[in-house]
């Protein structure tokens, strides 16, 4: 069974360039969340999407932050502009249902300049 | 709110030695889930064990054990027989049953595994 996909890996840009990142969660998976990794902190949640609705974006920086899961299974998450304070790695993760146990991907790595 | 302390930031262990990371956490919830999650230096974090709340016995996976002690509020992982390729970030993390399904992960442990 294939695991979360996402890409690019790695991603470098100047500070307010907009960036966004691409999550495909694993097959079958209703739940998928995206979460902030900063240096030397464990994952903080950004947004939780049930199918194709948002469940909690309580911590999503609204004003430069977006994401969607248009068809309920890919996503995207968007920053424009980004800060330089956004540089973190960007995890996406799934699981079969809310309280399912959450499979993560490799993530993306951003650096802002 | 719930919160989750690590207090350990880093640990060494010598090869075929057992090791315990530390994990306590803060809730209200009556129902709630606890994980470990291991974070090599490549970056993807891979599950490793989840204890539910009302679960009485301690949840084992392979050389990975849980030490739940509900009254004290704990929830150590023991990894038996340490391997070289156990070096990496241990996270703990805690979930809500009760409306609040995020996880909130803790600040890591660091394990590096000597020969």
């Known amino acids: 069974e294939a695991g979360v996909a996402q890409s690019p890996r790695y991603k470098i840009i100047e500070k307010r360039q907009s960036v966004a990142f691409w999550c495909n969660p694993i097959s079958g998976h209703a739940t998928l969340y995206w979460y902030q990794q900063i240096l030397g902190q464990g994952p903080k949640l950004l947004i939780q999407f049930q199918n194709n609705g948002v469940v909690d974006d309580s911590q999503l920086p609204k004003d430069r932050f977006s994401a969607e899961r248009l068809k309920g299974v890919d996503s995207t998450l968007k920053i424009q502009p980004a800060k330089l304070e956004d540089s973190a790695v960007y995890l996406c993760?799934?699981?079969?249902?809310?309280?399912?146990?959450?499979?993560f991907g490799p993530g993306t790595r951003l650096t802002v300049l | 709110a719930q919160k989750i302390t690590q207090t350990q930031p880093g640990m060494f262990v010598q090869e075929k030695e057992a090791v315990t990371l530390d994990c306590t956490y803060d809730t209200s919830d009556q129902s709630y889930g606890l994980f470990w999650y291991k974070q090599p230096s490549s970056g993807e974090m891979i599950f490793l064990i989840y204890q539910g709340s009302y679960d009485e016995q301690n949840a084992t996976e392979g050389r990975y054990s849980l030490n739940f002690q509900k009254a004290r509020k704990s929830a150590n992982l023991v990894i038996s027989a340490s391997q070289l390729g156990d070096s990496a970030m241990y996270f703990c993390a805690m979930r809500g049953a009760t409306g609040d399904y995020k996880l909130s992960f803790g600040a890591g442990t660091t394990v590096t595994v000597r020969a």
């Open positions: 993760a799934s699981s079969l249902k809310p309280l399912g146990t959450q499979y």
